[in-house]
């Protein structure tokens, strides 16, 4: 079974920095696509941050600078590293895979989340 | 705001039928493929849709998607109460650096 599942949300302060991991399980992290994905309070999905190929990485405009995608194979885990956070920073974060093959199929495989709150 | 216009609520009674409508442009929906996402809170996202109509492995066939021009829409024939949850539509658009845009979302009520 593919299996996604996200820790390392928290109470934060604004300025702070977390990093959130994202285990993978019946895939492999270095060989696919991923991407994060948040949803804040009483808002939809805004996508966060994309890693591809050879660790190639996007980011939306309202990260940039401040977040980085990464991951380790020896531990199969995606991350995020989030520094300089903002209280518009607060929300469920996701991670998901991107699948491709002749075209996009999607992000087909999500985790549950894990909270952040950016609040002094 | 987003891109991708979508109503913030719908609603149905059991056994009906709803539809969801992505409202965008000529540099997204009108140029490429459009995806729904269902979210039920305190689960994980589940892709309904890729590529316009096409249905994962899994994804009950009272679900179909469909694009025409620069506007998308999911469908829910046979209406089930577990069919309550956010509903999103997602693609790319040419005049953003976004890998994947994402309309408001569509609060689906099972009355």
């Known amino acids: 079974e593919l299996q996604l599942v996200e820790t390392g949300g928290g109470l934060i302060q604004p300025g702070g920095s977390l990093r959130l991991s994202c285990a993978a399980s019946g895939l492999n992290v270095i060989n696919n696509y991923m991407s994060w994905v948040r949803q804040a309070p009483g808002k939809g999905l805004e996508w966060v941050s994309f890693?591809?190929?050879?660790?190639?990485?996007l980011y939306a405009d309202s990260v940039k600078g401040r977040f980085t995608i990464s991951r380790d194979s020896s531990k199969n885990t995606l991350y995020l590293q989030m520094n300089s956070l903002r209280v518009e920073d607060t929300g469920v974060y996701f991670c998901?895979?991107?699948?491709?093959?002749?075209?996009?199929?999607?992000?087909?495989?999500w985790g549950q989340g894990t909270t952040v709150t950016v609040s002094s | 705001q987003s891109v991708l216009t979508q109503p913030p609520s719908a609603s149905g009674t059991p056994g009906q039928r709803v539809t969801i409508s992505c409202s965008g442009s000529s540099s997204n929906i009108g140029s490429h493929h459009v995806y729904w996402y269902q979210l039920i809170p305190g689960t994980a996202p589940k892709l309904l849709i890729y590529k316009n109509d096409q249905r994962p492995s899994g994804v009950s066939d009272r679900f179909s998607g469909s694009k025409s021009g620069t506007s998308a829409s999911l469908a829910i024939s046979g209406l089930r109460s577990e069919d309550e949850a956010e509903y999103y539509c997602a693609t790319w658009d040419d005049n953003l650096s976004d890998h994947v845009v994402f309309g408001g979302g569509t609060k689906l009520t099972v009355l």
């Open positions: 890693i591809y190929g050879e660790d190639s990485t």
């Open positions: 998901a895979r991107d699948l491709y093959g002749d075209f996009y199929f999607g992000m087909d495989v």
